[in-house]
């Protein structure tokens, strides 16, 4: 008979994996009763995103066996190629939230206008803003991809929502958030008081508090950057960009470099580990002189995420979340992270321009 001790006696083993069973819905109920006022409308909205969340889960899972791999052969509003799950995204979110009577209106990366509420359906009081597929171009690789949202209360009073309830700063977003369908699909989503992350059970349907209380970690490991567009940069991003390498010698050892061309992915993974992630203006297009990422898709609702976790999001020169967005599909240079990398980034540009 065998003297080794047994390793089953021994092991911590668990059956399941301590994820709280909290579902979003009870969270986000939950978080609504610190708000006396609160009418359960910004709840349900959430609670519609989650579900819209839910359905491209399923399609994105299923690319390659259902027909939405590939290119439209469209250009969006942006000018660029619009991928069939951007489009199957898009109409996801359009359709789920139409009906509610929750919101003025919608506005997307990909159309080129507001979004309407349809004739016969009712208008609430708030507006959706959303990039329905981050990271699109990565769709036909399986390399994970997100989908982002901002949420404003509307200013106009009654009727279809008006230009101005969409072109707010990020300081008066009442609630943003991301999704992520990489390894596993997980929402993550703040009202102001603080980030909570939420892994899909896709057996049971639900989504399951696994990230409460999210908090960029400080040392940071990584520094997330499209180098290979370097040389289009100004003196102050290619200077900073030594800072991070370390190549300075200010930087004590310097950062580990990771970049997987999904915002989402890079910022839920820097929002996680500590990191900075930027996409700063460049000179490669002179139609772009403010970077690819877009204000109010993309920036505001990550900015909104990154300070809700203790850390700062800037165009380089001052807060993304005070800038007073002036059209639909402004761009932005932007940078995301731990708060001190940020504002270092900020002080070499200021330097050296
Ligand atoms: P989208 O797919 O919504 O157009 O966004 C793509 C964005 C963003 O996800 C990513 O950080 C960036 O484009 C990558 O751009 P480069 O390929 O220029 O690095
Ligand atoms: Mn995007
Ligand atoms: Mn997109």
């Known amino acids: ?3 080794q001790p047994s390793r089953i006696a021994n092991a911590s ?47 994105t899972t299923r690319a390659g066996l259902i027909d939405v791999l590939g290119k439209t052969g469209l250009e969006n ?20 939230n139409s009906p509610t009577g929750r919101l003025a209106g919608m506005a997307s990366e990909e159309n080129a206008d507001i979004i309407p509420i349809p004739e016969g359906y009712r208008t609430g009081p708030y507006v959706l803003l959303f990039d329905p597929l981050d990271g699109s171009s990565n769709t036909d690789y399986t390399i994970s991809i997100g989908t982002i949202f901002g949420i404003y209360r509307r200013i106009s009073k009654t009727g279809p929502g008006q230009i101005e309830d969409f072109l707010q700063p990020g300081r008066s977003l009442v609630a943003a ?9 997980v929402f993550v989503y703040s009202t102001g008081q603080g980030v909570h992350g939420f892994t899909l059970d896709p057996g049971v349907g639900e989504f399951l508090l696994s990230h409460p209380n999210i908090r960029i970690p400080d040392p940071a490991r990584f520094y997330s950057v499209n180098q ?25 050892g310097g950062l580990s470099m990771r970049y997987v061309g999904s915002l989402v992915a890079d910022f839920h993974r820097n929002l996680l580990a500590g990191g900075i992630f930027y996409y700063p203006a460049d000179s490669k297009d002179p139609d772009k002189p403010h970077g690819k990422l877009r204000l109010l898709y ?14 700062y999001a800037s165009d380089g020169k001052g807060p993304i979340l005070d800038i007073v967005p002036t059209s639909l599909h402004q761009r932005t240079p932007f940078f995301v992270g731990n ?3 940020v504002e270092t980034a900020e002080a070499y540009i200021k330097r050296y321009g």
């Not at 994996?17 to 349900?44: C, F, K, M, N």
């Not at 958030?177 to 699909?185: A, D, E, F, K, L």
């Not at 993309?298 to 850390?311: D, K, L, S, T």
């Open 1 to 3: 008979m065998s003297t």
């Open 13 to 59: 083993y668990q059956a399941f994996p301590p994820i709280q069973v909290t579902t979003i819905e009870a969270h986000i109920l939950d978080q609504q009763r610190s708000h006396p006022e609160a009418t359960g409308v910004l709840t349900s909205l959430l609670y519609d995103i989650a579900l819209s969340a839910k359905i491209i889960a399923h399609a």
């Open 77 to 96: 509003v942006q000018g660029e190629q619009v991928a069939r799950l951007d489009v199957l995204a898009n109409e996801t979110l359009i359709r789920v």
């Open 177 to 185: 958030g991301y999704v992520i369908y990489g390894n596993s699909t």
């Open 228 to 252: 290979g567009y370097e040389r289009y940069w100004s003196s102050g991003v290619r200077q900073f960009t030594d800072y991070v390498q370390g190549k300075t010698g200010e930087f004590n």
């Open 298 to 311: 993309e920036c505001a609702p990550m900015a909104y995420i990154a300070g809700q976790a203790g850390g």
């Open 339 to 341: 708060r001190c990398l």
